[in-house]
C-alpha cells in the first residue's frame, strides 16, 4: 500500500501499513500518528513557551495561553474522530479477538491524553523556566540581605520597641458558665485566654516568650522589619528566612554605621535583578521619597518600601516563588484534571463507537434531565451531600439492572442501551461516591451543620485516592467480561 502522508516519515509509514494489515483494530485507532503528531506540536509549542516565559518575574498570561491551546488540541481531537468513523471494526463485526475491548479502550487513553497533555505544556515550562532561573537559596538569601540593608539604610526612623502581650491557657475556657462569672469576665477584658492549641500557634507567630507560673504567658512581638518577602516562601525556605527579631538582634541592637553608598548599589542591584514594575504606582514616580520622612504623611513601612522600590520588587518574588511551587502546590489538581479529562473523553469515545449515534446522544440527553430533576430535588428537600450521593448510588443501581437484562433481550432497545452507557460511565466513579458518603457519614453529617460536636477523619485523601484507583481498576476488570459482552450483544440485537 503506498499512501504517502506529509510530514510521517518512512518507518511510521511502514507500521502504519503493517497494522493495516494483520491489526486492523489497533490500526483504527491511528493511536501512532497521533502519538507522532502530538510529540511534533508539544516540541514546537515547548519552544515557542521558553522563549516567551524566559523572563520569571513577569506575570504570563498563561490562561489565555492554555484556553488557545486547549482549543487547538479540540480541533485535532475532532481530526482523529473523522478518521475514527471510516473504519470500525466492531461496528462492522470484524474478528473480534478476547483482549479487543480492553485493548481498544487502553489505546484510545494513550491518543487521548498525548493530547490532552499538550494543553498543559505552557504550564510546565514556566515552572521549569523559573525553576533554572532561580534557585529558592538564591532567593531567601536576596531576601534577608534587602531587609537587613534597607534597615541600615533607614535605621533612624526605624520604631525599637517591642509589644508585650499577656496571655493565660486554659483550655476550658468555652465553657459557658465559667465565662459568666465577673471575675473570668474581668481577666478577659485584660488578658487574652487561649487554648493549649492557639498557645502553640502563637508561640510561633511571636518573637520570644516568657512564662510565668504554669499558665500565663508574656509574648513580645518586634517592629515590623520585612520589606521585602514573597507569598508562601517560608513553606520551602526550611527556616532560612529572618524574622523580624532575627534582624533586630542581628542589625538594630548591635548598629554599625554603615557605607550608605555601598548599600544604595546593592539596593539597585535587588531592583535590576527582581522589580517587576506592574505596581509602579507606589514607588517613586507618584510620590517624592527624597523628602524626610518626618514631613511625609506615610508610615515608616510604607515610606521605606516606595522608597526602594520594594513593592515592584516584591510583585517580581511573588511571580517567581509562585510559579517555581505551582507544580508542588497545585500537583493533585493538575494531576486529576489531566487524568479524569482523559478518563471521561474515552470513555465517551468507546461509548460512541460501540452504540449508535442516536443511543449515544439520547445518553447525553437523559443525563442532563436526571441532573435538572436530582438538584431540583435536593435543593427542595434540603438533601445536601447525603441526598446527591444517594441520589448517584440509586441511579447506578437502576442502570446497572436495566443494562444487565440485555442479555435476555430479543430486541434491541434504546432504553437498555441509553443503561448500558451510563452504567459504564458511572463505574469508575462509584468507589469515590460511597467513600464520600462514608466519610461523610462518620463525620456526623448534618451535625456539622448545626455546629455540633463531630468526629472528623484526618488524611481523607488517602481514602479518596484508594477509591480512585479501585474505580479505575474496576473499570479495567469489568471492560472485556461484562461491557464489551452486553454492547456485543445489544448491538447485534435486530432493532424494534
Given at each position: 500500500?503506498?499512501n504517502?502522508?506529509?510530514?510521517?516519515?518512512?518507518?511510521?509509514?511502514?507500521?502504519?501499513?503493517?497494522?493495516?494489515?494483520?491489526?486492523?483494530?489497533?490500526?483504527?485507532?491511528?493511536?501512532?500518528?497521533?502519538?507522532?503528531?502530538?510529540?511534533?506540536?508539544?516540541?514546537c509549542?515547548?519552544?515557542?513557551?521558553?522563549?516567551?516565559?524566559?523572563?520569571?518575574?513577569?506575570?504570563?498570561?498563561?490562561?489565555?495561553?492554555?484556553?488557545?491551546?486547549?482549543?487547538?488540541?479540540?480541533?485535532?481531537?475532532?481530526?482523529?474522530?473523522?478518521?475514527?468513523?471510516?473504519?470500525?471494526?466492531?461496528?462492522?463485526?470484524?474478528?473480534?479477538?478476547?483482549?479487543?475491548?480492553?485493548?481498544?479502550?487502553?489505546?484510545?487513553?494513550?491518543?487521548?491524553?498525548?493530547?490532552?497533555?499538550?494543553?498543559f505544556?505552557?504550564?510546565?515550562?514556566?515552572?521549569?523556566?523559573?525553576?533554572?532561573?532561580?534557585?529558592?537559596?538564591?532567593?531567601?538569601k536576596?531576601?534577608?540581605?534587602m531587609?537587613?540593608?534597607a534597615?541600615?539604610?533607614?535605621?533612624?526612623?526605624?520604631?525599637?520597641?517591642?509589644?508585650?502581650?499577656?496571655?493565660?491557657?486554659?483550655?476550658?475556657?468555652?465553657?459557658?458558665?465559667?465565662?459568666?462569672?465577673?471575675?473570668?469576665?474581668?481577666?478577659?477584658?485584660?488578658?487574652?485566654?487561649?487554648?493549649?492549641?492557639?498557645?502553640?500557634?502563637?508561640?510561633?507567630?511571636?518573637?520570644?516568650?516568657?512564662?510565668?507560673?504554669?499558665?500565663?504567658?508574656?509574648?513580645?512581638?518586634?517592629?515590623?522589619?520585612?520589606?521585602?518577602?514573597?507569598?508562601?516562601?517560608?513553606?520551602?525556605?526550611?527556616?532560612?528566612?529572618?524574622?523580624?527579631?532575627?534582624?533586630y538582634?542581628?542589625?538594630?541592637?548591635?548598629?554599625?554605621?554603615?557605607?550608605?553608598?555601598?548599600?544604595?548599589?546593592?539596593?539597585?542591584?535587588?531592583?535590576?535583578?527582581?522589580?517587576?514594575?506592574?505596581?509602579?504606582?507606589?514607588?517613586?514616580?507618584?510620590?517624592?521619597?527624597n523628602?524626610?520622612?518626618?514631613?511625609?504623611?506615610?508610615?515608616?513601612?510604607?515610606?521605606?518600601?516606595?522608597?526602594?522600590?520594594?513593592?515592584?520588587?516584591?510583585?517580581?518574588?511573588?511571580?517567581?516563588?509562585?510559579?517555581?511551587?505551582?507544580?508542588?502546590?497545585?500537583?493533585?489538581?493538575?494531576?486529576?484534571?489531566?487524568?479524569?479529562?482523559?478518563?471521561?473523553?474515552?470513555?465517551?469515545?468507546?461509548?460512541?463507537?460501540?452504540?449508535?449515534?442516536?443511543?449515544?446522544?439520547?445518553?447525553?440527553?437523559?443525563?442532563?434531565?436526571?441532573?435538572?430533576?436530582?438538584?431540583?430535588?435536593?435543593?427542595?428537600?434540603?438533601?445536601?451531600?447525603?441526598?446527591?450521593?444517594?441520589?448517584?448510588?440509586?441511579?447506578?443501581?437502576?442502570?446497572?439492572?436495566?443494562?444487565?437484562?440485555?442479555?435476555?433481550?430479543?430486541?434491541?432497545?434504546?432504553?437498555?442501551?441509553?443503561?448500558l452507557?451510563?452504567?459504564?460511565?458511572?463505574?469508575?466513579?462509584?468507589?469515590?461516591?460511597?467513600t464520600?458518603?462514608?466519610?461523610?457519614?462518620?463525620?456526623?453529617?448534618?451535625?456539622?451543620?448545626?455546629?455540633?460536636?463531630?468526629?472528623?477523619?484526618?488524611?481523607?485523601?488517602?481514602y479518596?485516592?484508594?477509591?480512585?484507583?479501585?474505580?479505575?481498576?474496576?473499570?479495567?476488570?469489568?471492560?472485556?467480561?461484562?461491557?464489551?459482552?452486553?454492547?456485543?450483544?445489544?448491538y447485534?440485537?435486530?432493532?424494534?
Amino acid at each position: 500500500m503506498n499512501n504517502k502522508r506529509p510530514f510521517v516519515p518512512s518507518f511510521l509509514q511502514k507500521f502504519d501499513d503493517k497494522l493495516l494489515r494483520y491489526k486492523p483494530d489497533t490500526w483504527a485507532a491511528r493511536t501512532h500518528f497521533v502519538i507522532y503528531f502530538s510529540s511534533l506540536f508539544a516540541l514546537c509549542l515547548a519552544v515557542l513557551c521558553w522563549f516567551t516565559f524566559s523572563d520569571a518575574r513577569y506575570e504570563n498570561s498563561i490562561g489565555i495561553w492554555t484556553m488557545f491551546v486547549s482549543l487547538l488540541v479540540f480541533i485535532g481531537f475532532i481530526f482523529w474522530l473523522i478518521f475514527l468513523l471510516r473504519f470500525n471494526v466492531f461496528k462492522r463485526y470484524g474478528n473480534w479477538s478476547k483482549w479487543s475491548g480492553l485493548k481498544t479502550f487502553c489505546l484510545y487513553f494513550i491518543s487521548i491524553s498525548a493530547m490532552v497533555a499538550i494543553a498543559f505544556i505552557p504550564y510546565v515550562t514556566e515552572i521549569i523556566s523559573a525553576n533554572r532561573t532561580f534557585s529558592t537559596n538564591e532567593i531567601v538569601k536576596d531576601i534577608n540581605e534587602m531587609n537587613i540593608t534597607a534597615c541600615q539604610l533607614e535605621y533612624e526612623i526605624l520604631p525599637k520597641e517591642w509589644k508585650a502581650d499577656t496571655c493565660i491557657v486554659d483550655d476550658n475556657y468555652y465553657d459557658s458558665d465559667k465565662m459568666r462569672t465577673d471575675d473570668y469576665n474581668y481577666i478577659r477584658k485584660y488578658i487574652d485566654i487561649l487554648s493549649r492549641k492557639a498557645l502553640n500557634k502563637k508561640l510561633i507567630e511571636n518573637d520570644s516568650c516568657r512564662k510565668i507560673g504554669s499558665s500565663m504567658y508574656i509574648f513580645y512581638k518586634s517592629p515590623d522589619y520585612i520589606f521585602a518577602d514573597a507569598y508562601n516562601l517560608e513553606k520551602y525556605s526550611n527556616g532560612g528566612l529572618l524574622t523580624s527579631g532575627d534582624i533586630y538582634n542581628t542589625t538594630i541592637k548591635n548598629y554599625q554605621k554603615p557605607d550608605r553608598k555601598l548599600l544604595l548599589q546593592k539596593m539597585k542591584y535587588f531592583k535590576d535583578k527582581y522589580a517587576f514594575d506592574k505596581y509602579n504606582y507606589y514607588d517613586i514616580s507618584n510620590y517624592d521619597y527624597n523628602q524626610d520622612f518626618e514631613n511625609s504623611d506615610k508610615e515608616y513601612d510604607e515610606w521605606i518600601k516606595g522608597k526602594y522600590n520594594f513593592y515592584s520588587i516584591n510583585n517580581g518574588l511573588n511571580n517567581i516563588v509562585r510559579k517555581k511551587y505551582s507544580w508542588v502546590d497545585n500537583m493533585p489538581t493538575s494531576v486529576r484534571i489531566f487524568f479524569y479529562t482523559s478518563l471521561v473523553l474515552t470513555l465517551a469515545v468507546f461509548i460512541f463507537r460501540h452504540t449508535t449515534i442516536k443511543t449515544f446522544f439520547l445518553t447525553l440527553l437523559t443525563t442532563v434531565i436526571l441532573l435538572i430533576i436530582t438538584a431540583l430535588i435536593i435543593a427542595m428537600g434540603n438533601l445536601r451531600e447525603i441526598g446527591m450521593l444517594n441520589f448517584i448510588l440509586f441511579y447506578f443501581v437502576i442502570f446497572a439492572i436495566i443494562a444487565l437484562t440485555i442479555k435476555m433481550a430479543k430486541v434491541r432497545s434504546v432504553r437498555q442501551g441509553i443503561a448500558l452507557n451510563s452504567f459504564m460511565i458511572a463505574t469508575p466513579f462509584i468507589p469515590l461516591v460511597i467513600t464520600a458518603l462514608y466519610i461523610f457519614i462518620q463525620e456526623g453529617g448534618y451535625k456539622h451543620y448545626r455546629h455540633s460536636s463531630y468526629t472528623y477523619i484526618e488524611d481523607k485523601w488517602k481514602y479518596y485516592l484508594s477509591a480512585e484507583i479501585i474505580g479505575v481498576v474496576i473499570l479495567l476488570l469489568l471492560l472485556e467480561p461484562v461491557f464489551r459482552r452486553l454492547y456485543r450483544k445489544w448491538y447485534a440485537l435486530p432493532e424494534n
